[in-house]
């Protein structure tokens, strides 16, 4: 995408017709070539500038210079066992360097680092939110503000130097400024430096004499660069450069365009998650009433073929223990019920039965067609080994059916 590059270059005022503000400005296309440029004022700029255009909408896309007249750059010691202990100590390392109230500034700091000295900015805010003002109401959201002198590179023991007309902007590995021309030569023989860089513009015979007396200079020009903001373009990303917004002014980032794309889907995706969580939850809540009305179930079964049982803790298991053992001189369940059910007919149905565990005895319940039939089922349970005593057998009313009530196994006589 194309990039939008403004140089402010003076303070932004409001007035009744919109804000009075000077300014450069250049776009510059993705292979780097420059589109358009010139300098122009905030009308100027709201003739320039469409804020309804995808690539203006995105603050990645917004460069933003200030003067760095109006910014304080530092490089101070600050104590601390933390980045955080650091950055809360900050301002009361730097309030000794300004001479206004520290509140009405914005510190930006660089990167904060154990044990090593801490760069910082410092700006009146009032300043930077007549600015931040002015470009919102262009339609305009920075995603990065420089001071100029911040952009120019470093180097230990050099001074860099970007010749613009009778400014001079001045960069140390400790500090930035902007100085006329007319004290340069003071400005920096006051440094401590070694070494004097020149990355845009060319010093006079007579600087280039006063300066190269101690110090040795260099003069390295950038191809193309025409224009302090042509310089700009070209260095700001490889610049070790302090964006001033930060905390408050830090810029909204554009959401993802694929994310808007796929929200739709990603909703949807949800819905049925949420669905899916409700049905498992309902089907949970089911199966577990089922498990309990199922365990009801099994226990009244128990009791009702064990009614002699006091505590029914497990059903299935005490049940399987009862099916697998016999009693002393008894019969157990299974050697009682398999050989009832096999001397029954199609015309015989047990109604009910119990179970005595502790005698060894089954009693039932029968439903059968004949006293004959009954005396089929008792001597076939003879033959079985299985004693079958009929307690009582009677003829139902309106029916041929007869009732029986008998009671097999029990405690053998040499027991």
């Known amino acids: 995408m194309p990039r939008l590059f403004i140089r402010l270059l003076s303070p932004a005022a409001a007035t009744e017709e919109g804000y009075s503000v000077t300014s450069a400005w250049m776009i510059q296309e993705d292979d780097g070539r420059t589109r358009a440029r010139g300098e122009t004022d905030f009308r100027g700029l709201s003739d320039l500038i469409d804020p309804h255009t995808d690539w203006v909408q995105n603050p990645n896309n917004i460069v933003v210079t200030i003067p760095a007249e109006h910014v304080l750059s530092l490089s101070v010691e600050v104590p601390g066992r933390s980045v955080g202990q650091i950055r809360r100590a900050l301002p009361f390392v730097v309030e000794e360097y300004i001479t206004t109230d520290i509140e009405a500034m914005h510190l930006a700091p660089g990167e904060l680092r154990r044990g090593a000295p801490s760069r910082v900015n410092l700006l009146e805010i009032s300043l930077l939110e007549a600015w931040l003002a002015c470009l919102a109401e262009l339609g305009v959201h920075p995603g990065y503000l420089f001071s100029e002198a911040e952009l ?177 001189g008894g019969s157990d369940l299974l050697g009682l019920l398999g050989p009832l059910a096999a001397t029954l007919g199609q015309d015989t149905r047990i109604n009910s039965f119990s179970y005595d565990q502790d005698r060894g005895e089954l009693s039932a319940d029968l439903y059968i067609d004949a006293y004959e039939t009954l005396d089929r089922v008792k001597e076939g349970l003879s033959q079985a080994g299985v004693p079958l005593e009929v307690i009582t057998a009677e003829q139902q009313q309106n029916s041929k059916s007869v009732r029986a009530r008998v009671r097999l196994g029990g405690r053998r006589a040499d027991a």
Not at 190 to 205: E, K, P
Not at 268 to 275: D, E, R, T, Y
């Open 152 to 328: 120019l590179p470093v180097a230990p023991r050099q001074a860099t130097l970007l010749l613009d007309g009778d400014r001079v902007l001045v960069r140390t590995p400790d500090q930035a400024a902007a100085v006329d021309r007319d004290n340069l030569v003071l400005a920096v023989e006051a440094l401590d430096v070694d070494r004097v860089l020149v990355v845009f513009g060319a010093l006079t015979d007579i600087e280039q004499g006063q300066l190269a007396q101690d110090r040795e200079i260099e003069t390295v020009q950038t191809p193309g660069a025409t224009t302090v903001l042509e310089y700009v373009a070209a260095h700001w990303q490889s610049a070790d450069a302090v964006n001033l917004l930060q905390g408050p002014y830090r810029p909204r980032q554009p959401s993802n365009p694929n994310w808007q794309r796929w929200r739709a889907v990603a909703a949807l995706a949800g819905v049925w998650i949420v669905v899916a969580l409700l049905t498992r939850t309902a089907e949970a809540i089911y199966a577990d009433h089922q498990a309990d009305r199922l365990e009801a179930e099994s226990v009244a079964l128990y009791r009702d073929i064990f009614p002699n049982e006091r505590r029914v803790i497990n059903p299935r298991r005490q049940l399987q223990a009862k099916l697998g053992e016999g009693t002393d």
